[in-house]
């Protein structure tokens, strides 16, 4: 599924965290959902083609598989049969419409695939590891300006691999992992809406920054930084 995605992202203090929940409870009406997932990021292949004709043809996007874990699980997966969420992001829109934007807009492409060992699979395929993240927290669902933002609130964890093992892989299930926390302290909050991609993305981008300025008390919702590489 191809969407458009408006993204913006702050820093929160663990401190504050209570009463930003409570606030965005008040917001979206419900009750948050439990976070805790599992990120896997590879790396393209060194021969895959650029995934839009206008971007830079030396940049190519990382694949992201990501998969919900049991609360019982404490950030460790197994090798058992899992379906994981398959995305892979364009370069944000440019020009200077989008270049004043408060968060960034991208296309994406999200699928499912289920295995026994889906980053392997991947990997089969040539794609590398580059990382791993554990995030833990909870989901809320605001809606604004006639659009849902879906914000959540996080630590997140790096997972750190262990070297690859005799058959050359290096996926190895997350219990087998050592991780930690990157900014301890401080929590990760991420604004995201989307729409079709052939929907105009401007509503999305003005839920989102209704959200920032409601949220301004708590935490600043701003471009995520750009990737590595990543052209401007």
């Known amino acids: 599924m191809a969407a458009l995605e408006c993204r913006a992202v702050g820093t929160l203090e663990e401190a504050q965290l209570g009463e930003l929940t409570e606030l965005l409870i008040g917001l979206s009406g419900t009750q948050p959902e439990a976070l805790n997932q599992h990120e896997v990021v590879l790396k393209a ?16 996007p990382d694949l992201r598989l990501q998969h919900g874990l049991s609360p019982s699980s404490s950030g460790r997966s197994d090798a058992a049969s899992e379906t994981w969420t398959v995305l892979q992001f364009s370069l944000h829109l440019r020009g200077k419409q989008h270049a004043a934007l408060p968060a960034t807009v991208r296309h994406v492409t999200r699928t499912h695939c289920t295995g026994e060992d889906v980053p392997a699979f991947w990997q089969a395929l040539g794609f590398a590891p580059h990382f791993q993240l554990v995030r833990r927290g909870h989901c809320f669902l605001v809606p ?44 990760l909050v991420e604004a995201v809406a989307c729409v079709p991609s052939e929907a105009d993305h401007m509503a999305s981008v003005a839920a989102v920054t209704a959200l920032a300025e409601l949220l301004q008390q708590y935490t600043t919702l701003q471009r995520p930084p750009r990737a590595p590489g990543e052209p401007m």
């Open 45 to 60: 292949p060194a021969d895959a083609a650029a995934s839009t004709t206008s971007g830079p043809r030396a940049w190519k």
């Open 144 to 187: 604004l300006e006639g659009q849902e933002v879906q914000v959540s609130v996080c630590r997140v964890l790096r997972l750190q691999p262990r070297p690859a093992s005799h058959d050359g892989s290096a996926s190895q299930p997350a219990a087998a992992q050592q991780w930690e926390e990157l900014s301890p302290g401080r929590m």
